[in-house]
């Protein structure tokens, strides 16, 4: 059995996979300001009896790295491989340099290569939404970063007093009449139409009209709803990433374990 997690900037997220297959997934809160017993508690909670042969950690928190390296150490007695592109990633990475490329965006990218092929777009909606542009030649060509929806809303309320604080909610109006609406539309809907406009931008700037654009995070099957271009949602797209990445350096001697 093979324990991936994905350390985000919001939640951790563990998921158990046997031959590729994902068995069982546990989120908790990253919580930067909890220790090593935060940690080992919802590790040991997930983990149980399993028997675990090998972890890999995608990881965007430096904070939590250690913890998370001793802890797996500690329940398993195996040493968890830490994603870098410094791994045999299947994907030539044309980043200006490599080494500022996050786990996250390279897990998410192997994953959607291996399951969807290339060229494709890889949208990550969560705390920020993400986009890695691969061509034809599985060149990591770069991509973008922006604010998530859910980071633009709070970023609206802490900055302009006279609004009211709303929850994520869809709404199929475009036009709004009240200021509950125009939030929405404004942080949501936008952002769809914000992940159309680049999707045409980046076709365009490559010359290439059939790539395969694939949305993964919590808040994608929501956004992807309303936009205009066929996105394939995968919500577990990181995992099979990290599944690849494990078969591929679990033998290796350039791994970084941190």
Request: proline letters at 3%.
């Amino acid at each position: 059995m093979i324990l991936a997690i994905d350390v985000g900037n919001t939640n951790i997220v563990m998921a158990l996979m046997n031959e590729g297959n994902l068995f069982n997934t546990y989120r908790y809160s990253t919580d930067k300001e909890e220790g090593y017993e935060y940690h080992k508690n919802n590790l040991s909670a997930f983990i149980g009896e399993w028997c675990i042969d090998g972890i890999i950690i995608s990881s965007v928190v430096p904070e939590v790295n250690a913890y998370l390296k001793d802890i797996c150490f500690c329940l398993t007695g195996v040493m968890p491989l830490f994603v870098s592109s410094d791994m045999n990633t299947g994907l030539d990475i044309k980043y200006d340099n490599p080494h500022k490329l996050g786990a996250d965006l390279i897990g998410v990218s192997v994953g959607a290569v291996k399951k969807y092929g290339a060229p494709a777009i890889i949208i990550d909606i969560g705390t920020a939404t993400t986009f890695s542009i691969i061509n034809q030649r599985c060149e990591y060509l770069g991509g973008m970063i922006a604010p998530g929806p859910c980071t633009s809303i709070k970023s609206l309320f802490d900055k302009a007093s006279q609004l009211p604080e709303i929850g994520f909610e869809l709404t199929d109006k475009v036009i709004g009449t009240n200021t509950v609406d125009c939030i929405k539309i404004g942080t949501i809907t936008a952002h769809a139409a914000m992940l159309d406009g680049m999707i045409d931008k980046v076709k365009a700037k490559l010359g290439i009209s059939d790539m395969r654009i694939i949305a993964t995070g919590g808040l994608a099957k929501d956004i992807i709803s309303l936009c205009n271009h066929k996105i394939i949602y995968d919500n577990n797209l990181i995992f099979s990433g990290l599944y690849e990445l494990y078969v591929r350096n679990s033998t290796s001697n350039t791994v970084n374990l941190i």
